[in-house]
């Protein structure tokens, strides 16, 4: 089993940034791809970004030019750089990670970190 733990949500102004972090213990070689996802309320969960093991990265659009995923595998964790917030960024923050052991996609989940952005 692999846990992941998020870090750094919390309150901001529009146009400011926050580092959110999320660290992986556990079974952590099996862990292959990570991404976050974030979910508002009333809305579905849906893509941020994704970065691969090898550090190949994708982002959804509407964070293009302001986000940043990177990871850190000597410290088995990824983060996600958030500037130029919006209002509409607010939302629940999840970190997933692959297992390629099994294959399987955002196998493990953190329980997430909230970010809400004042306007």
């Known amino acids: 089993q692999v846990q992941l733990v998020e870090s750094g949500g919390g309150l901001v102004q529009a146009g400011g940034s926050l580092r959110l972090s999320c660290a992986a213990s556990g079974r952590v070689f099996s862990i292959n791809g990570m991404g976050w996802y974030r979910q508002a309320p009333g809305k579905q969960r849906e893509l941020v970004a994704a970065?691969?093991?090898?550090?190949?990265?994708n982002y959804a659009d509407f964070v293009k030019g302001r986000f940043t995923i990177s990871r850190d595998n000597a410290k088995n964790t990824v983060y996600l750089h958030m500037n130029s917030l919006k209002s509409e960024d607010t939302a629940v923050y999840y970190c997933?990670?692959?297992?390629?052991?099994?294959?399987?996609?955002?196998?493990?989940w953190g329980q997430g970190t909230q970010v809400t952005v004042s306007s």
């Open positions: 970065i691969t093991s090898g550090g190949t990265t």
């Open positions: 997933a990670a692959d297992d390629k052991d099994t294959a399987k996609v955002y196998a493990y």
